[in-house]
């Protein structure tokens, strides 16, 4: 018989009851250090004493009204984001696939608007994520997530993940934009090589193409500032964030260039939830915290000591781990065992971490995270490998 929950997931055998800071309590009494951050979303913890407030504050004023009246928070979270970013405007809607999905359609309009109605093709990479609605799969292509779904929705096209002559090639006189991960999550933690998105601006710049980043996983401070991208110093055209942007709270933007966003005029898009107060209070929340000039400066620290010591536990078991990736506190550590397995024993062992394509031990912990939670961590990455079969 089938669950009431439709069993499209492959759960654990973890049933959660609170979370605080960096840990999680399950209902049967476990504890548990949680570098999982929802998938890169509660980055300031759980249960952030300014986020309750905030929404708290919130929840006794006003939850939902709709877009037809102006919302004082989602202008001011609009104005922070934009104050903050490459950007001039910016859609608020509710998931990061919403906000993938909307950054294609501005850059087909765009393109239909400055004439060229014929130029609707995107060009997207191998390995990337963009979420699960019909566009956002077939924007990534990855045919495990696309099988049985078809026909595979038209506009598409994909060249390899940080391989600039072969996107170069790709461009045709029907393509209208690229669309990438600064950082890649999902598809396996892979950072580009350090001009890869400046090569991308130049083939937009040459063909009149915009440059679309996905920064849903990677962005909101993930990597140790507000954007991934702002490492390579290469603004996109148009960006979709959401994951971190509301700790929890469902909420995603678009974010774009005046000159991007030409034909986002009243009609062209809408969302019934999409920056209702509730949603822009959390997210003015986390900016509270995250634009405080202090907060990066530690993330970036406590990057740095935790790629260190990942580093040392790769060289001390290359039998099983053979090489860390990523950025900030956006890590992954490919594998030579079954990523899966090596997840479920540190789990048992009260440390969650998540798998990534590629056979990759990804590891997301919140962006608070502490010298002694990181120790913590560690000894339980260490006690697994010493105990693993052949290690
Ligand atoms: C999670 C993710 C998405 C999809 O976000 P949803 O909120 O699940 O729709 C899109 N792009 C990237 C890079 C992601 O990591």
Not at 250 to 263: D, F, M, Q, R, V
Not at 280 to 304: K, W
Not at 383 to 390: G, H, L, R, T
């Amino acid at each position: 018989m089938i669950t009431a929950v439709m069993p499209t997931y492959g759960r654990w055998d973890v049933a959660v009851e609170r979370g605080e800071g960096c840990y999680l309590y399950a209902t049967d009494g476990r504890k548990f250090l949680d570098f999982t951050s929802g998938i890169a979303v509660t980055s300031l913890g759980h249960c952030h004493p300014h986020l309750i407030e905030a929404v708290t504050a919130q929840a006794q004023k006003l939850w939902h009204v709709s877009n037809l009246f102006q919302i004082p928070g989602q202008q001011k979270l609009a104005e922070r984001l934009t104050a903050n970013s490459f950007a001039d405007t910016v859609f608020f809607n509710n998931s990061g696939a919403e906000a993938v999905e909307l950054s294609i359609k501005v850059a087909r309009k765009y393109q239909s608007e400055t004439g060229h109605p014929e130029r609707y093709r995107v060009i997207g990479c191998h390995g990337s994520f963009h979420g699960r609605s019909f566009a956002t799969l077939a924007a990534a292509g990855a045919e495990g997530y696309l099988k049985g779904f078809g026909p595979v929705m038209d506009g598409f096209d994909h060249v390899a993940f940080n391989n600039l002559n072969e996107m170069r090639a790709a461009v045709t006189d029907q393509t209208a934009a690229i669309l990438v991960e600064p950082v890649q999550g999902e598809g396996g933690v892979r950072a580009p090589s350090a001009d890869y998105l400046k090569g991308l601006r130049a083939i937009c710049d040459e063909y009149g193409l915009l440059l679309v980043y996905d920064e849903v996983q990677c962005g909101m401070g993930r990597t140790g500032k507000l954007f991934a991208h702002q490492w390579a110093g290469v603004p996109p055209d148009v960006m979709a964030v959401a994951k971190a942007l509301g700790n929890g709270f469902p909420i995603g933007a678009c974010l774009a260039t005046e000159k991007a966003a030409i034909g986002m005029v009243p009609g062209t898009h809408g969302s019934t939830f999409g920056g209702n107060p509730m949603a822009v209070a959390c997210g003015n929340a986390v900016l509270d915290v995250m634009l405080d000039p202090a907060f990066f400066e530690r993330v970036q620290r406590t990057s740095r000591l935790l790629w260190g010591k990942l580093e040392a536990l790769v060289g001390a078991y290359p039998k099983l781990f053979s090489e860390l990736r990523g950025s900030g506190l956006l890590l992954g550590i490919r594998c030579h065992v079954t990523a899966g397995d090596f997840v479920a024993k540190l789990r048992a062992e009260g440390l969650l971490c998540l798998t990534a394509g590629d056979n990759v031990l990804r590891i997301l912990p919140p962006l608070i995270v502490g010298e002694r939670e990181i120790d913590e961590g560690l000894g339980i990455l260490h006690k697994v490998a010493k105990e693993w079969p052949a290690s």
